[in-house]
């Protein structure tokens, strides 16, 4: 199995890139007690989410493998001190007014009642998306310049 480079794509479980005598070790990395500890933020995010906490309750939804999640919810409390975090799988089972995600199969588990942002990246997905309100790149998403598209989803009056 190759990376399809030209096409910007790749497999989302990346440890099929890898000999099955080395998928052990690959899946290793996810069981890191302390996977988060020195992770920082990038660009704007910070500023970003503090912002629509303004307007709405925060909550970080994640699937984590159990050995890192203690280190995540750490990651959560230290940047983000106002937020919830919830670590599940069925994350449409979590009630949100919208959804930022880049999996399509996570976004199809929410009813058209949610506002669905679709993360862009190259990862091929398990499943066609059904509906979406907004699709963005990861990088542009983080950007003060997109504030106001997520506050539309949120149904923010700025006037």
Known sequence: MTLDLLNNECRYEW????????KDEINAFW????LYDDVELFGGVKSVVASLSKFTDIVFISSCVDEH??????????YFPYARFVSTYDKGLIDVDVMIDDRNDVLNQFDDS???????TP???EEDLRDVSYSVTKDKL?????????????GVDNE
């Open 123 to 125: 990862y091929t997905q």
């Open 15 to 22: 440890s099929d890139y890898f000999k099955p005598a080395y």
């Open 142 to 154: 983080w950007k003060k310049a997109r504030i106001s598209e997520i506050e539309w989803l949120l």
């Open 114 to 120: 949610v506002g669905k942002i679709k993360v862009i």
């Open 31 to 34: 069981k890191q007690t302390n």
């Open 69 to 78: 999640t203690k280190s995540k919810r750490d990651f959560i409390e230290r």
